[in-house]
C-alpha cells in the first residue's frame, strides 16, 4: 500500500518540478530581444525616399522629429570613431537628407 503513495508523491513531485522548469525557460525566451529583419539588398546608386526610409527604419513620410532620432540611434550603432564604416556613416547621413528633402536628386529616379 506504501508504493502506490510514494509513486503518486513523486509523480506529484516531478509534475511540479517541470512545470517550474517551464515557466523559467518561458521566461528566459520572452527576455531575449526579438530582432528586426534589415533590407537584404544592397545600396541603389541614387538614393530613394524608399531606401533612405529603410536604412534610417522609419516611413518614408516620418516627421522630422523621427527621422532625427532614428538617425542619432543608427548612426550612434555604426559612426567611424565607434568601430563602424565610413562608407555606412555617409550612406546614413544621406538617407536622413533624403528625407529632410536636402539632397540632390537626379531627375531621372523620380
Do not use: Q
Amino acid at each position: 500500500m506504501e508504493t502506490p503513495l510514494v509513486l503518486g508523491c513523486f509523480t506529484v513531485a516531478t509534475a511540479a518540478l517541470g512545470g517550474r522548469y517551464a515557466i523559467g525557460a518561458w521566461k528566459a525566451l520572452r527576455a531575449i530581444p526579438r530582432t528586426r529583419r534589415f533590407y537584404p539588398g544592397g545600396f541603389e546608386k541614387a538614393m530613394t525616399r524608399r531606401e533612405a526610409a529603410l536604412i534610417l527604419g522609419v516611413r518614408e513620410h516620418a516627421v522630422m522629429e523621427k527621422i532625427k532620432e532614428a538617425h542619432r540611434r543608427v548612426m550612434v550603432a555604426n559612426h567611424p570613431d565607434g568601430g563602424g564604416s565610413h562608407y555606412l556613416a555617409s550612406k546614413i547621413n544621406e538617407a536622413k537628407d533624403v528625407l529632410a528633402g536636402k539632397a540632390k536628386r537626379p531627375d531621372s529616379v523620380f
